[in-house]
Structure formats: C-alpha cells, structure tokens
C-alpha cells in the first residue's frame, strides 16, 4: 500500500513538473507577488500619512497631474504638458483628454479643481497639506485645460503635485477611497485580504500605454526572517524594499535574484529635543555628533550598505553639500565640549521606534554615547506610541527615526515641529528659499540651508536608508532608487 | 523519611540524579563566574571585529556587533539563573503560606484562596508579562515579577494537595489532640513532610523559568538592551540564521544544557524522595 502511495505521488509530482513547465514556456507570466513591509491603515494616500499607502496605490491605481520617473525627474501624468508665466506665479495645464475613472466617470478640469480644491481646503485631511498651500485659485479654463494662481513663486510646484498626497480622485468616489480606491491608473483595486494581501488587476479601458502585469498582488511580510524564507521559495517574486540587510549578500550570490542597492530619501537621525536641557545647548549638540562615529552605526545597523549624510538632504537631490567631514569621530572632544557646556553625568532617553535602523541603531549609540560619558537608556516603542509621545507631544530627549519626505527641508521652519528648533534666521532663510524659483538661486539656498542645519548641529545626521531591491532575476522594470516612497510597476515585465 | 536516605553515594548512583545535578551545577558556576568576570565585556561593541568565527580572542567568534559571544553567553547565564530563582523564590514565599493556610482552615477560607489562585493560574506568564510592561515598562525586574506571579498558584496547589493529604496521619492528629496550635502544626509537621515535594517543584518551576525568561527576552518584554540575555541573543541571530547559524546555536543550546541539567535533575530528586515510588522499586 505504501508503495503504491509513493508511486502514486511520484507520477502526481512528475505530472505536475511537466505542468509548470509547459506553461513556462508557453508565455512569459503576467502576474507579480510584491513584498511589502507594512499593511496599510486604508488606501487613500489623499487621506493618510502613511507610506506604505503609496507604496501601493501610487502610478499604479492613482495617477495626478505630474508623475515622478524612476530617476526623479517631474514627466507628465495626467497633464499632457504646462506652461508656467513669467512671474512663476501662474501654472496652465493641458490635460489629457479621453482619461476614465476604473468607475467609469471622466476625468477633467472639473475634476482636478475638486481635487485640489479639496485638498487645500480648512477641513481637509491630507496628510501634506503644504504641498497645496501656495494655491491661491485653481480655475476651470475648458474641460481640457486647468489654470493654478499660486500667491507666490513656489520651485517645486510640479514636484509637489507629483507626490501620492497630490492624486486626482473623482468627486463620485472620493469618499469611499479609503476601502474602494478608485483611480485613472493603469491598474484597479481588486481584493484586500487583511492582514494578509492586497490585489490589483489591468484596467481595461486605461488611457495610455497597457501594463505587461495583468494582476499585482501586494503581500504583507513584515518579518524578516519569512520575507527571506518566501523570496526563497518563490512565494514572492521581488521585495522593492527588502527588510533585512544580512540576506542582501545570499540573494546576491544567488543567480535567480536581481539585487540592486539604490536610494531612498530617508534620511536617519538622532533627533534631538531642542527645547530640553541641555540639548538647547549648542555645544551638547554638537559633542553629540562628534560622539558618534556614523561609519561604526552604518556597519552594525544597516551592514555597511548606507550613505553617511552630514545634514538633512539626500545625496542624490539638486543642490547638495557634502557636510560629512563636519563632525568626524572624536570622543576627545566630545568629552571637551560637553565639559565647557558645563554637563556632566548626562542621562537621556532614546526612543527607539520598531524598524531595524532604529533599534539597532540604538543600541550603538548608546554604546558610543556611553564613552563620552552620556548614559543612554534605550526605550523602544510601537509607532503609535512614537507618534503621540515624539511627533506630537513632543515628550523625549532624543530619538532615532527616518525622514522618507524628499527635500523637507521645510520641517525645520515650522513653529510645531518636534525638534522645538524654531530659529528665526533659519526660518528667514526657508522663505527666501520657498520664495525662489531660479534653479541656480535655489541650489545656492539650498546649500546654505543644509549647512546652517549642520552648522547648528540641530540633531545628529547619521545615514541614508538604503533601498535594498531583491527581485527575480527575469524581471524588468522595478525601480532601483526610491525618490519617493512608492511602487510603481507599470513598467514591470517579465522576460521569457 | 529517615536520614541514611540522602547518603550521597546512594544519591548519585541515581542516573538523571548526578547527570542532571552535574550539568546544573556546571550552569551555576558559570554563572557565578560571570559575576566576578568575563572574559570580555559582554556590552563592549567593536564593529570592525563583527561576525567573526570563534579564534583565539573570542572562542565562540562575535556577533553583528563584534561582541564576544562567549562573554554575552555567560552573562546570560547569569541573568537567567537570576530572573528564575527569583521567581521561584517569589513563587514560594507566596505560593506555600497560602496552600497551607487553606488546607489548615478549610471551609469557605479554603474555597476562595485556592479561587484566588485558580484565577492567578488563569492568565498565562506572557500575559501578565505584557501588563506588566505596560504598568511598569519593559526589563529584567518585570520578566522576574510576572514569572513569579505564575509560580504562586503553582506551588499554593502542591502545598494544599500534599498538606491536606497530611491531615489524616497520626502525627497530625496526635500532635492536634496534643493541643498544638493550627500554624505551629503546619510549621512543625507538615511542612518538614511535605518539603520533599516542593525541592522537586522548585527544581521544574526553576527549568520553566529559564524557558519562560528567555521567551520574554525574545520578544522584547523581558531583559532590555544593552543587557545580555540568552533570548535576546536569540533574537539577534534570528536573521543571521543562514549567515551565522552558531550565533542562533550558541543561546540555544546554552538554554537546553541549562533547562535539561534542571528536568533531569528534578526526575532524580522525585524518584529519590517520593517514599511511594521507592517502595514500588523496593
């Protein structure tokens, strides 16, 4: 009887090889299984701060007027084409005509006023309302053609507009977009299995170029040891941004994978409480950067795959400054300026929230710390937590967190934000730039801005997340950078 | 229980008796060793010596932060041996007074202590240990606390068990008729008689303890970084898996060295003082 079971499973499993095979070599498949770290709160990313809404929706089920390419340039999404005046005050889209909702409810004028009309509105709840704070009027020309009055020149305009906050969402729908997202993309929103996967499909009646992919299913596994496992085993078919940096060299050695190590904007820091004794003191600030060696906590807590940044502003953005060199690793010192501050026995706080770049990354700090003299008591949290206790009470003494936003420079000006910085000149410097639209005037600006950011040493800049990308090695088209945080895979195929 | 009964030879010609009391004793030394010193210090990061193999400098290699395994492994021991011997500790001198005290009193006393207890019994280590955290925030003591939380039901139903089997014997009611208060019989008669009992519950609730310790550790609830600890150790290696396998191996089989040397010693000391199982070997 055993016997025959086992020669009955062998001719099933034989069946079954010969199978895949055939049908491997018939087409090249259609369907992708994309790893994604967290689950989504909804999928309105016009309603909701968090990344992992974008990371999903974005290009793929929702478009607006600009779009960001792979590279992080500005290309036309639903506008075809643009002209701005010469005062950089007003902005004339032409918008693309024949363009549907998955509902089947055109797009038009009508509905990019109510887009942005609803976005800027008192009571809105998008999660960057700054992004649409410089509109002063947004005016129906013709059905094809949208005029934008903004109060002053505002550079980034279009760069704004292609962030997943600035998505055209129809006047029909845009209540229910938080469980039934309904787009113009080139994909449409099928099934949400909670906790588990969510599925998107070809939009049939999609106005421009048709996808390669005719089904995305995104599936959560935010444990690091099962995404490996899953990669593996090809449950998963690419992880954009894979959650363990120690299996990076195992897919690199392994030929069935794509690894590409590219950007993100996220920028990681040790926060620091600027309104909290000592750290309003310069000189604690600054004894804390030199402090810590950043090349030591890029080993240990991203294995040595990120850049080391010296202000808040990605390397790859237009206007950088190397600032790296301006606080190199010296304890010595350290020790002296926290002395001339007058501060011994310091004991502070470090809030950890839960991705790895923190609570790794905490724990060598405060060993480094620990050598200057500062004594550091770790405390992780859930993000909830990190939200209501750092971000808006404002109640810590130093944290560990990223910043995803590309070129925020402007959190820094803000009156309430939880640095508690609030320094008039820089605040003098951020309008003058906000005010600027000269390519080369900005980048000047923008300079100075990092390196007034560095030079008051407002928290301790560490590293770049790195964007570990591990997909199959047949596909094509994923992004290696991540200029913002999102997924697009309208360009994704695979090869025969 | 008479006195040529623990004579040491006849002790250790017990098998899983000298195996279990050797690997035990073995853990302790260590452990007490790691308080004097490491040979490292266990805290001390050096990133440019991570993820070594074992060598001259570091016997079992470093991890992903270039520390000494083998310092991190016997501090470790330390604390597991600390948390759980306290908890036990915490689970008697709770646990026995109220086991006696309902068998003693009986009646409607009895009913709502050993009630008290079943409730206590209710909720799983882990989840006192999650409420804990919340009260008191995460660490070393909160792991201690809400093991030992669930060792007092524990040991309040031995001691009611075995002292209310205790009743009937003509020692205890002798010593009633003799007009010997309730608690002086309890200290002076059952307890001696009943203490073979609880060595051995003491010696499973110690292994379980160790278990319990390093599984709060793993999930954050237990000893907090920089603190070594087996189940942190755990955790760190989880997903170095296939890099570093002996980073997983080293905590692992420091705790099923530990757990097992307490099982084994715990079977022993019950096959050597339960007096029914001695006469059933005859």
């Known amino acids: 009887m055993v016997r025959y079971l086992a020669k009955a499973c062998f001719a099933l499993l034989a069946l079954s090889v010969v199978g895949v095979a055939s049908s491997a070599m018939a087409a090249p498949r259609t369907d992708l299984n994309a790893g994604i770290r967290l689950e989504p709160p909804h999928l309105d990313p016009s309603a909701g701060a968090a990344a992992a809404i974008g990371e999903i929706v974005y290009a793929n089920l929702f478009e607006g007027l600009t779009r960001m390419a792979p590279d992080g340039a500005i290309v036309p999404g639903l506008a075809e084409s643009w002209t ?9 889209f032409t918008l693309r005509k024949g363009v549907t909702f998955h509902d089947g409810a055109p797009f038009d004028a009508n509905v990019a006023k109510f887009t942005l009309d609803r976005a800027r509105a008192a009571d809105s709840v998008n999660p960057q309302k700054g992004l649409f704070e410089p509109i002063d009027a947004v005016e129906v020309v013709d059905p094809a053609t949208l005029k934008v009055t903004l109060k002053r020149p505002t550079g980034a305009f279009l760069f704004n507009l292609a962030w997943p906050a600035a998505v055209m969402v129809s006047p029909q729908s845009a209540a229910d977009n938080k469980t039934k997202p309904v787009g113009t993309g080139p994909f449409k929103f099928e099934r949400w299995a909670k906790g588990s996967q969510i599925d998107l499909v070809r939009n049939p009646t999609y106005w421009g170029k048709t996808p390669a992919l005719n089904k995305i299913s995104f599936k959560i596994i935010g444990d690091p040891a099962a995404a490996y496992a899953a990669m593996m085993a090809g449950d998963l078919d690419a992880y954009p941004i894979f959650p363990a940096n120690e299996n990076i060299p195992q897919f690199q050695k392994d030929p069935r994978f794509t690894v590409k190590i590219g950007n993100t904007e996220g920028k990681t820091i040790v926060a620091l409480n600027n309104a909290r004794k000592p750290f309003d003191d310069i000189r604690v600030r ?19 795959l990120a850049k080391p940044i010296g202000s808040h502003y990605a390397p790859q953005d237009a206007g950088y400054v190397d600032l790296t060199g301006k606080y190199p690793y ?9 002395k001339e501050a007058g501060v011994s026995n310091l004991k502070a706080k470090l809030v950890l929230p839960p991705p790895d770049y923190a609570r790794r990354g905490g724990e060598i700090v405060a060993a480094q710390l620990k050598k200057i003299g500062v004594d550091v008591e770790l405390v992780p949290v859930e993000w909830a937590q990190w939200l209501s206790d750092v971000f808006r009470g404002k109640n810590y003494d130093m944290t560990i967190i990223s910043h995803v936003e590309p070129m925020d420079l402007d959190i820094y000006a803000r ?21 600027t639209s000269d390519p080369d005037k900005r980048k000047a600006l923008i300079a100075k801005a990092q390196e007034k950011l560095a030079d008051d040493s407002v928290n301790v800049f560490m590293f770049l997340l790195p964007k570990t990308g591990v997909w199959n090695a047949k596909l094509d088209g994923l992004w290696e950078n991540a200029p913002l945080p999102v997924n697009d895979f309208t360009a994704v195929r695979w090869r025969d | 229980m ?6 040491v030879s006849r002790l250790f010609h017990h098998r899983s008796f000298a195996l279990g009391s050797a690997m035990t004793a073995c853990v302790i030394l260590v452990a007490l060793m790691a308080m004097i010193g490491t040979p490292q210090d266990p805290t001390a990061m050096d990133i440019a010596q991570k993820m070594q193999g074992p060598s001259e400098a570091h016997w079992l290699g470093t991890d992903r932060y270039g520390r000494d395994v083998l310092s991190m492994a016997m501090a470790g021991a330390t604390v597991s041996l600390a948390v759980s011997f306290a908890a036990v500790a915490f689970g008697i001198a709770f646990g026995v007074p109220l086991g006696l005290f309902a068998a003693m009193r009986g009646g409607a006393l009895d009913e709502a202590a050993m009630r008290i207890s079943d409730f206590i019994f209710a909720f799983p280590a882990l989840i006192t240990a999650i409420m804990l955290r919340e009260i008191f925030g995460p660490g070393a003591l909160n792991a201690m606390l809400a093991i030992g939380i669930f060792n007092v039901p524990v040991f309040a139903r031995v001691t009611y068990g075995a002292a209310l089997s205790m009743q009937t014997r003509d020692f205890v009611v002798a010593a009633r008729l003799s007009g010997k208060g309730e608690t002086r019989i309890a200290v002076d008669h059952i307890l001696p008689n009943i203490l073979p009992l609880l060595i051995v519950q003491a010696t499973i609730q110690l292994s379980l303890g160790i278990l319990a310790e390093a599984a709060l550790s793993y999930i954050g609830l237990g000893v907090q970084p920089p603190a070594p600890s087996w189940g942190r150790m755990l955790n760190d290696a989880q997903t170095l898996m296939a890099v570093a396998p002996r980073l997983a191996l080293v905590p692992g089989l420091c705790i099923v060295f530990t757990v097992l040397g307490l099982n084994l010693l715990g079977d022993g000391l019950r096959d050597l003082l339960d007096p029914r199982l001695k006469r059933r070997r005859g």
């Open chain 1, 84 to 92: 701005v005046s010469a005062d950089g005050k007003t902005y004339t």
């Open chain 1, 415 to 435: 009156d309430d934000y939880y640095f508690n910085y609030n320094n008039p000149d820089y605040k003098a410097l951020y309008t003058e730039l906000a005010a």
């Open chain 1, 330 to 338: 010296d304890p010595e010192k350290a020790k002296a300026l926290l």
């Open chain 1, 286 to 304: 600054r004894a804390l950067a030199y402090g810590i060696d950043r090349k030591a906590v890029i080993e240990g807590a991203t294995m040595g």
């Open chain 2, 2 to 7: 008479t006195a040529h009964s623990f004579s």
